[in-house]
């Protein structure tokens, strides 16, 4: 059954591919920029692009989550959303607030900004992935608390699943967290240590949750297998994620001044940490093995079968690649640590808001249950273009990666980091074209939404 309040997702989904465009432009343009030094400096310097294209990736999924929430919890709580004009009155304001960010930060020099934006009297700025500007920050959160409003009363007022519980669990995890980020002491090993309580129990901890439940609703809705049996694996794998994933973040504690014991516990529990993302593998094929139905929407099975895979190949096996402190020691913060960020982040988070967004925008554009097989097969090209593109993207940062290892902190003669750059200009200029390739499949899948065909697929 359809709930006319689940339109309000709609908006949400078109920013969040909007700004995942946005994305990957200054993607490009920082990756010309390794080799091309000069590229389009002064206008646009390094720092400002590393700037918007983190900051863009952070805002298009939580526009990402928002929609999927409001699309999903009025279908399993049985009720209409609590307060439709409310999600879209926070939808402009923080699309404001974020377009506003950003033209700050590409039209006003940072500093000029943080004096611009008050940020002496209440300084948060100045720290990797969270350079918003705190009255954004303050914007942030009363969009959190007005989301988290709706979500909630939502969900009370309606059926309680186990798929709406384990999201809204993840969601005010979110925003708890994301308290963290006004937590700004001078002390460096204190800043660090709490800054990753945002960052680490951020995306290896409450957005797993995330993951989960938008994957299990989007496996029920394809696959017609049991409820009972997809939540039963949702308990374990939410179990699995958060006693991993919360003693798991003392393998960023290794060199910024914590305790020795942190070496034992982060590597110990950060090794576990592959654990639920090969559990969701295992549950995403068992459930499209066991389904009982074969749904029209190919596209959005195959985001779905591609998310724990590629989630586990980014987060799992690249994140364990580097993460026993031993091993750490000489891969912490080289371009084998950027590989392990571009693969899980895609596998993980991009993959699962583009699952939901699949399965749920041909129905609120009003089709009965996908597009039609014709834009199915533009889409599913455009998944095969930019996960193989992510995967050439990896592994050449991993080739710069093992190399810059060896040059710069493994050899009897260390070189300089601007020297051993130079010597690796090469995978640079790979990486740089995997990304094109990544871009034509991101308007391959722009272009999947405006392909009609002889008919729509029905249910």
Do not use: C
């Given at each position: 059954?359809?709930?006319s309040s689940?339109?309000?997702?709609?908006?949400?989904?078109?920013a969040?591919?909007?700004l995942?465009?946005?994305?990957?432009?200054?993607?490009?343009?920082?990756?010309?920029?390794?080799?091309?030094?000069?590229?389009?400096?002064?206008?646009?310097?390094?720092?400002?692009?590393?700037?918007?294209h983190?900051?863009?990736?952070i805002?298009?999924?939580?526009?990402?989550?928002?929609?999927?929430?409001?699309?999903?919890?009025?279908?399993?709580?049985?009720?209409?959303?609590?307060?439709?004009?409310?999600?879209?009155?926070?939808?402009?304001?923080?699309?404001?607030?974020?377009?506003?960010?950003i033209?700050?930060?590409?039209?006003?020099?940072?500093?000029?900004?943080?004096?611009?934006?008050?940020?002496?009297?209440?300084?948060?700025?100045?720290?990797?992935?969270?350079?918003?500007?705190?009255?954004?920050?303050?914007?942030?959160?009363?969009?959190?608390?007005?989301?988290?409003?709706?979500?909630?009363?939502?969900?009370?007022?309606?059926?309680?699943?186990?798929i709406?519980?384990?999201?809204?669990?993840?969601?005010?995890?979110?925003?708890?967290?994301?308290?963290?980020?006004?937590?700004?002491?001078?002390n460096?090993?204190?800043?660090?240590?709490?800054?990753?309580?945002v960052?680490?129990?951020?995306?290896?901890?409450?957005w797993?949750?995330?993951?989960?439940?938008?994957?299990?609703f989007?496996?029920?809705?394809?696959?017609?297998?049991?409820?009972?049996?997809?939540?039963?694996?949702?308990?374990?794998?939410?179990?699995?994620?958060?006693?991993?994933?919360?003693?798991g973040?003392?393998h960023?504690?290794?060199?910024?001044?914590?305790?020795?014991y942190?070496?034992?516990?982060?590597?110990?529990?950060?090794?576990?940490?592959?654990?639920?993302?090969?559990?969701?593998?295992?549950?995403?094929?068992?459930?499209?093995?066991?389904?009982?139905?074969?749904?029209?929407?190919?596209?959005?099975?195959?985001?779905?079968?591609?998310?724990?895979?590629?989630?586990?190949?980014?987060?799992?096996v690249?994140?364990?690649?580097?993460?026993?402190?031993?091993v750490?020691?000489?891969?912490?913060?080289?371009?084998?640590?950027?590989?392990?960020?571009?693969?899980?982040f895609?596998?993980?988070?991009?993959?699962?808001?583009?699952?939901?967004?699949?399965?749920?925008?041909?129905?609120?554009?009003?089709?009965?249950?996908?597009?039609?097989?014709?834009?199915?097969?533009?889409?599913?090209?455009?998944?095969?273009?930019?996960?193989?593109?992510?995967?050439?993207?990896?592994?050449?940062?991993?080739?710069?990666?093992?190399?810059?290892v060896?040059?710069q902190?493994?050899?009897?003669?260390?070189?300089?980091?601007?020297?051993v750059?130079?010597?690796?200009?090469?995978?640079?200029?790979?990486?740089?074209?995997a990304?094109?390739f990544?871009?034509?499949?991101?308007?391959?899948?722009?272009?999947?939404?405006?392909?009609?065909?002889?008919?729509?697929?029905?249910?």
């Amino acid at each position: 059954m359809q709930y006319s309040s689940q339109a309000v997702a709609k908006p949400y989904f078109i920013a969040a591919i909007g700004l995942f465009v946005g994305q990957i432009l200054f993607g490009l343009i920082m990756g010309l920029q390794y080799v091309w030094g000069d590229f389009l400096f002064p206008e646009i310097p390094f720092n400002v692009a590393r700037m918007v294209h983190t900051n863009l990736l952070i805002v298009w999924l939580l526009f990402g989550f928002m929609g999927a929430a409001y699309y999903l919890v009025p279908e399993e709580a049985e009720t209409e959303l609590a307060s439709p004009k409310l999600a879209l009155a926070l939808f402009w304001i923080f699309l404001v607030a974020g377009a506003l960010t950003i033209l700050g930060y590409l039209l006003v020099p940072y500093s000029g900004l943080a004096k611009l934006t008050g940020n002496d009297l209440f300084p948060t700025m100045g720290r990797e992935f969270l350079e918003q500007p705190t009255i954004t920050k303050i914007g942030i959160v009363i969009v959190a608390l007005g989301f988290l409003y709706n979500i909630t009363m939502t969900i009370l007022k309606g059926r309680k699943t186990v798929i709406s519980l384990v999201l809204l669990i993840g969601l005010w995890g979110l925003a708890v967290f994301f308290l963290f980020a006004f937590f700004n002491p001078a002390n460096l090993v204190l800043d660090k240590f709490y800054w990753w309580w945002v960052v680490h129990l951020w995306v290896e901890g409450v957005w797993e949750l995330i993951l989960g439940s938008i994957l299990a609703f989007v496996l029920i809705k394809t696959t017609g297998v049991d409820r009972e049996i997809i939540e039963k694996w949702l308990y374990v794998i939410i179990a699995m994620t958060l006693i991993t994933g919360i003693v798991g973040t003392g393998h960023h504690y290794y060199w910024i001044g914590t305790p020795e014991y942190w070496q034992w516990l982060g590597s110990i529990f950060s090794a576990l940490e592959p654990i639920p993302f090969f559990m969701m593998v295992i549950f995403a094929f068992n459930m499209v093995n066991q389904r009982r139905r074969e749904h029209p929407n190919k596209a959005a099975v195959l985001w779905a079968l591609g998310t724990p895979v590629m989630a586990f190949l980014g987060a799992g096996v690249w994140g364990f690649m580097h993460t026993l402190s031993p091993v750490n020691y000489y891969t912490h913060g080289t371009q084998i640590t950027a590989a392990h960020g571009h693969m899980a982040f895609y596998g993980a988070y991009v993959m699962v808001v583009l699952a939901i967004i699949s399965y749920a925008m041909p129905i609120l554009r009003g089709r009965a249950a996908a597009n039609s097989p014709r834009a199915q097969v533009w889409e599913m090209w455009s998944f095969w273009l930019m996960t193989i593109s992510i995967v050439f993207i990896t592994l050449f940062l991993t080739g710069a990666g093992i190399l810059q290892v060896w040059l710069q902190r493994v050899s009897e003669n260390p070189e300089p980091f601007m020297v051993v750059q130079e010597k690796i200009a090469l995978f640079y200029w790979m990486r740089e074209v995997a990304g094109v390739f990544f871009l034509v499949g991101l308007v391959v899948y722009l272009i999947s939404f405006f392909i009609g065909g002889e008919e729509e697929a029905t249910a």
